[in-house]
């Protein structure tokens, strides 16, 4: 769900317009190239149809056609989710049947009772969401897990969650903090609930960005300055444990990443340190195929 008020931040032409339409859509079914079963093709396409139909008037804050946002939510969806041709599809109606002419119905007699499902308990959560706000965090994350046994509804609302908090520029500071604040407290820990720990981490900082903006770049500034030393660090850690594990001949693969700037605020907070003080500035994973 998306507020739709332009402000002339943007501006391609119509032609220009329907072309990069086009060019995410295509985008969308690279990603999706290797799930696509006969038939799929056609589905996608209906759906993406009825999108861009249902969308057609509406626009972005940043000025941009709104469809372009239910493309980026099916196209986390598939890339960073993995999820397939069904929830795709969903994630390109998400929006219709909250803020269009297009039914529940519509959507049932188009595609099925599944993605029927899926979209209603989409639209759902929306309208809990907004209807909500003051009620606590807590209330939120079980009505959220109570409306729906399809697990894809959870994973499709945090990809349109994470595309709303990458594009939060160009809303107004007072929905910035409202967003963000639902994000830290509701969302954050469903994708932890729901093993999305990447995504999670991306959300904390995103919120953390409009929330503690001076905190934010002041460790993002540090992070930036440490880089080189930091990925050495990293590196000569990694190399005797991946030789070791080699000459075992387990399969595995072994990386290591620095710490969130959210973690990394949240240390110096509850210890009281200086950014300095915080020494467990990354993480190195090894996982291994058993």
């Known amino acids: 769900m998306e507020q739709t008020e332009a402000i002339p931040a943007y501006n391609l032409s119509e032609e220009e317009e329907k072309k990069e339409i086009l060019r995410q859509y295509r985008a969308l079914l690279r990603v999706l190239k290797t799930k696509l ?111 729906t046994d399809d697990p894809r509804v959870i994973l499709i609302k945090l990809a349109d969650r994470l595309h709303n908090m990458r594009t939060l520029d160009s809303m107004k500071r007072e929905k910035q903090l409202k ?44 992070l930036q300055d440490t880089k080189r030393a930091r990925t050495r660090y990293i590196n000569d850690f990694i190399r005797p444990l991946k030789t070791k594990l080699e000459r075992t001949g387990l399969n595995f693969e072994i990386y290591g990443r620095p710490k969130s700037i959210h973690s990394i605020w949240n240390k110096i907070k509850k210890k009281g340190v200086a950014f300095e003080e915080v020494y467990d500035l990354f993480a190195i994973r090894i996982l291994a195929n058993s």
């Open 37 to 147: 079963k006969p038939g799929d093709k056609e589905l996608l396409r209906r759906a993406f149809e009825m999108a861009v139909e249902a969308h057609k008037t509406m626009r972005r804050k940043s000025g941009e056609p709104y469809i372009l946002h239910p493309l980026a939510v099916a196209k986390i969806c598939v890339e960073e989710i993995g999820l397939g041709i069904r929830s795709t599809i969903c994630a390109l109606l998400h929006d219709t049947v909250e803020d269009t002419d297009i039914t529940l119905q519509d959507i049932q007699m188009e595609f099925g009772n599944e993605i029927s499902k899926i979209v209603d308990g989409l639209t759902k959560i929306s309208t809990v969401m907004d209807s909500n706000s003051s009620q606590q965090a807590e209330n939120f994350k079980k009505i959220v897990l109570t409306l």
């Open 179 to 222: 967003v963000s604040s639902e994000t830290v407290y509701v969302y954050a820990p469903l994708a932890h609930r729901m093993g999305l720990y990447n995504i999670k981490t991306e959300l904390e900082d995103l919120a953390m960005k409009y929330m503690e903006p001076d905190s934010f770049r002041f460790i993002a500034q540090k």
